[in-house]
Structure formats: structure tokens, C-alpha cells
């Protein structure tokens, strides 16, 4: 079992940055993929980002790449989503999850947690 928290949404201009944090509890935060997903208002949620276990694999959506760095710190039971030249478009709550499978998909995350706003202003 794990449960996530997220932290560090707010409201930020464009071309601002952020950086968002997800706490994991459970003793088997390291062995989980980890993922980042959004949702704006009246759209789907959608993939951001992901992390292997290690650290040593990422991937990300066309939209972000190049902008948005994920990383994951196992002996803080932390991954953050490091999110620079924001857009008005990258307004959406976000979403950290976890999975026991790399994937993309919403369906195979396994954990979720609450979610935290981000703003960017035009």
C-alpha cells in the first residue's frame, strides 16, 4: 500500500517555474514507478511524466519535454516534477501516481493522490 501527497501547485506567470513534490509512505516507495498526470477542467487526465525505480529511466509527453524534469529522491520517499517555462496550458491539477508496470497509462497506476492546482497566468 502507498499513499501520496502532493505539494507545490499554486498560481504562476508564464515563463515562471515550479516545482512540485509527491510524499510517498510505505515501505516500497522504491520499487514503484512513479508517474505525474494532469487534468485541466472538461478534459481527460493526461500522462506528464515518469521515473523508474532507479531514477535511471524517464519519459515524458511531447508537451513537456524539454521543460519539465522528474526525479525521485528513494531515501526521502519523495518524486518531484521540476516544471519550467510554464505555458497557460500547462494549467491543470496535477497528479502523482504509482505503478507497478512502466507505462503511460492512466489504468495502470495503482495509486493516486489528491492532487495539487497549478495556476499559469498569461
Known amino acids: 500500500q502507498v499513499q501520496l501527497v502532493e505539494s507545490g501547485g499554486g498560481l504562476v506567470q508564464a515563463g515562471g517555474s515550479l516545482r512540485l513534490s509527491c510524499a510517498a509512505s510505505?515501505?516500497?516507495?522504491?520499487?514503484?514507478?512513479m508517474g505525474w498526470f494532469r487534468q485541466a477542467p472538461g478534459k481527460e487526465r493526461e500522462f506528464v511524466a515518469a521515473?523508474?525505480?532507479?531514477?535511471?529511466?524517464?519519459y515524458y509527453a511531447d508537451s513537456v519535454k524539454g521543460r519539465f524534469t522528474i526525479s525521485r529522491d528513494n531515501a526521502k520517499n519523495t518524486v518531484y516534477l521540476q516544471m519550467n517555462s510554464l505555458k497557460p496550458e500547462d494549467t491543470a491539477v496535477y497528479y502523482c501516481?504509482?505503478?507497478?508496470?512502466?507505462?503511460?497509462?492512466?489504468?495502470?497506476?495503482?495509486?493516486w493522490g489528491q492532487g495539487t492546482q497549478v495556476t499559469v497566468s498569461s
Open positions: 521515473i523508474r525505480w532507479s531514477g535511471a529511466n524517464t
Open positions: 510505505g515501505r516500497t516507495f522504491s520499487s514503484y514507478i
Open positions: 501516481a504509482a505503478a507497478v508496470v512502466w507505462s503511460m497509462l492512466k489504468e495502470s497506476y495503482n495509486y
